[in-house]
């Protein structure tokens, strides 16, 4: 089971009732944070997930309203008792922007570690991919893809004649070798089960290679900074989206859902807007504050 | 007329319910903010006085819980049109933080111009004063005295023999010379008038220095990090005070009245040990967020 949390909705300023856009996912009570503007962690206090189990910080790009919330919410995780490393993704000037932050937290009780713009990461089961965007700076989208473990299947195992003893470990994955007999999890495992795929694109014009990015997730949040049709040419100078654009862009990319987030402060009720996207995606829903997703494995 | 408001009232990190501790000063319809932690901006909207006016900023040191919301409203007050320059206090290694801090701020449309630990500071009608205090690091208290302007007298001006076109500049503070006689100011003015004081003494430990710094505000703003006596151990550990010091420095100062604030994040009920500032100093009263008090010059 995957809980996917919007922790806010916003972009450019958090404003009273509406946190800047931020991605909590947790998966087996370990968590992975995407973007982490001003107020961050006090939507996550909301939330009442805790601070602690952070493993991973996804940041989409270096703009204000996605980081200036780090130095608290890196410090709450200190002051929460975290010791064992933190890693941090994000654009190309990561490394370099942590070294000049470095004087706001000279005794952070964990280390970070830092990966600029990787194509993929891997950590547990799930795989990480980034994918250059179009926005005003360097920026990423990512996707999330939570593997599944195949089923175990006896008759295999039986095939093979592996001794009973060994199925358990084999099923967790570990290698056996037995009186110069070697036993795979492979001869214990059945077919690859369909996983999960999580896609967030944020902020961003729409560009041709994200289709095939997000391509068949099963939940694409994505910024729609502007809804009405009519502030094309202000999505087109500031680099963002309308809700409409967005909405193409999940319906080329055969998403199952589409979750829109990253309103501008202009926009102060978005659902006036959803009828746009609807028109060419009737699969999206407007995000709100706090909104909690919880995701399960398909049956096959 | 001075209108004081407490943007919140917690210390260390920002809760669902407390806001970091910071003091919003507005006089003339100029304001002056005391300390600027995270989500400070978020507190500012909630009390809906505006971000342009903000002409000085006066920090009291430099740990997280006080200056980590500066980058977002800084921002903010560039985003809400601000040209002006505007002026920062704060202690020893001020400039140097900022020079660090510098790239995430890179667009400000307006010029900041630092002062650090300066003993005092005067703009407009405001004399500002600064105390070094005791705490884990440089540390300043505030003292901000609004002058008030004397009367009109009229039987002085008459006195003096002075045409009566010149009344009007000579009281808001000109020299006329006319035909070769000099007209000063003080030809029309009466005595000097009782300003108002407020100060705010945060983070520290109570040191003999504060009482006379302090002396007859009409309003302290004082931290109280922890209200049970039981925490004086704590409190001297961490360089805090628990409420009985504060109002005990508030009883010596000979204060009007006292606000306690920055509290504990572990300190959920800071009514439950009001009666032990009571029994020091009775004109205390325990902060809430967007307290507002607004303060008239007395009659005499």
Chains 1, 2 share one sequence.
Not at 8 to 37: A, E, W
Not at 183 to 208: A, C, F, Q
Not at 293 to 298: A, I, Q, R, S, V
């Amino acid at each position: 089971m995957i809980d996917v949390a919007l922790l806010g909705c916003g972009g450019s300023m958090p404003m009273v009732n509406r946190y800047l856009s931020s991605t909590l996912i947790q998966y087996n009570g370990r968590k992975c944070l995407i973007d982490c503007g001003e107020g961050t962690q006090v939507a996550m206090r909301h939330l009442g997930w805790g601070f602690k189990s952070i493993d991973l910080i996804c940041l989409t790009h270096l703009h204000g309203d996605h980081i200036f919330g780090l130095p608290g919410l890196l410090s709450t995780i200190g002051n929460c008792g975290r010791e064992d490393s933190l890693t941090m993704i994000g654009p190309t000037g990561l490394v370099s922007l942590f070294q000049d932050l470095k004087v706001l937290l000279p005794y952070l009780p964990y280390e970070i570690i830092y990966y600029e713009a990787p194509k993929i990461y891997e950590v547990n089961d799930m795989e990480i991919k980034t994918l250059p965007l179009h926005h005003s700076l360097p920026c990423l989208g990512y996707s999330f893809k939570i593997k599944r473990k195949p089923m175990f299947d006896t008759k295999k195992a039986e095939s093979y004649l592996i001794p009973k003893k060994w199925w358990n470990e084999l099923q967790k994955g570990k290698t056996i070798t037995d009186n110069g007999t070697v036993y795979t999890p492979d001869m214990v495992l059945g077919k690859d089960r369909n996983g999960l795929k999580i896609s967030i694109i944020t902020d961003t014009r729409p560009i041709e290679t994200i289709p095939p990015f997000i391509q068949n997730s099963d939940i694409l949040i994505c910024e729609g900074t502007y809804g009405d049709d009519a502030d094309l040419e202000k999505a087109m100078k500031n680099k963002h989206m309308t809700f409409r654009e967005a909405a193409q862009l999940a319906k080329v990319g055969e998403v199952a859902e589409m979750i829109l987030t990253h309103f501008s402060p202009s926009l102060s009720e978005p659902d006036l807007y959803l009828k746009n996207a609807l028109e060419e995606f009737s699969e999206t829903i407007i995000g709100t504050d706090l909104m909690v997703k919880t995701m399960k494995f398909k049956k096959k």
